[in-house]
């Protein structure tokens, strides 16, 4: 039976002790492991490692003996409680072996869990699980974690005073992130607020962020929309280093000054305008976009577009002008501009 992702949030939080198994695959090894470490959690607990309730075997030790999954599924384990048998990176060739525990499975034995990666419709092993009455296949894909997935998550690792504001916050990080680096993200946050009472801010979730090169092109992007043209020389020739292409930083640029814009055309000021744009902004960034908004109104962003179009237009050209000097005089004019009153 197929498992949707919606309801295989609560599924794997508790999974029904008479279901024989479950597979979870797809594109991302990351993502697929965080389904599979949760499940195999709510099943054997935190001991069960320790107390040999959980049996792992890799696709190829399967392949070189068919048995094994189903010596597994039958073992007497000498501590008590529910027992579960993993096989990861499985693929279509196992799947006579799989259907045969399957068809030997009995309640009280071991939960059959396997992982593998995308698997097209036509995969035998997915067709195994999607058909089987006593089985569930999970389809994984690469979408960002939802809002329930993330405070589900933010629970476990005991940030429990999580106002609207913080959850908004992970939730737009994660947009723009794996699920690893969300993760260590909230690892972080974790100890960052660790005795602290007062609820989790954008704030909290900003400082605890992976550094990336995205936040330097915020940094370069902010300096032009401040009036810090002083500033953007220094950090153009960082981003050049780490090989950032002029014509993207010119894009970015670009997309930010539009924000900008449309915020400041908002009838309902700058702070409803930001408030309306997507993907939600949040905390500090939020407000240093609505002053920026204000500060230059909606006429001279206006200009500011014009400029940078003309700015990407010659990037895309054939002049033989060096690309990321061009992008450079172009965003220390931006900022003299912005310092005109």
């Not at 196992?94 to 009280?108: C, D, H, N, T």
């Not at 609207?164 to 916050?169: I, K, N, P, T």
Request: with cysteine.
């Amino acid at each position: 039976m197929k498992l949707s992702p919606r309801d295989a949030i609560a599924y794997l939080k508790s999974p029904d002790p008479g279901k024989a198994g479950i597979l979870i695959y797809g594109a991302d090894p990351m993502r697929v492991a965080q389904k599979r470490t949760t499940l195999v959690d709510a099943i054997v607990g935190p001991n069960g490692d320790a107390e040999m309730r959980l049996s792992r075997m890799s696709g190829a030790d399967l392949r070189k003996d068919p048995a094994l999954l189903q010596d597994a599924l039958k073992a007497v384990g000498f501590f008590p409680g529910a027992r579960a048998a993993f096989v990861e990176e499985a693929g279509d060739g196992l799947a006579p072996a799989i259907k045969s525990a399957l068809e030997v499975w009995q309640p009280g034995d071991a939960a059959i869990i396997i992982t593998a990666g995308a698997l097209p419709a036509r995969s035998a092993l997915r067709k195994l699980f999607e058909t089987h009455a006593n089985a569930y296949a999970l389809a994984v894909y690469n979408d960002p974690p939802s809002r329930a997935e993330i405070a589900d998550e933010m629970a476990k690792l005991g940030l429990s005073n999580t106002p609207g504001e913080g959850l908004d916050a992970v939730h737009a990080l994660a947009a723009s992130h794996d699920p690893g680096e969300i993760r260590q993200t909230l690892e972080k946050l974790a100890l960052y607020k660790l005795n602290d009472p007062t609820p989790i801010t954008a704030g909290d979730v900003t400082n605890c962020a992976p550094a990336t090169a995205d936040a330097e092109t915020d940094d370069v992007i902010n300096a032009a929309a401040n009036g810090l043209h002083s500033d953007i020389g220094p950090l153009i020739r960082r981003l050049q280093a780490q090989g950032t292409q002029p014509v993207f930083l010119c894009i970015t640029a670009l997309r930010h000054f539009r924000a900008l814009h449309r915020a400041a055309a908002d009838p309902g000021g700058a702070s409803s305008g930001i408030a309306k744009l997507r993907p939600p902004v949040f905390g500090p960034r939020r407000d240093q976009m609505i002053r920026q908004a204000q500060n230059w109104g909606v006429n001279k962003l206006e200009q500011a577009i014009d400029l940078l179009i003309d700015v990407d237009l010659g990037l895309r050209s054939s002049a033989r002008a060096p690309q990321m000097a061009t992008l450079e005089r172009g965003l220390i004019r931006l900022a003299m501009m912005g310092r005109q009153r």
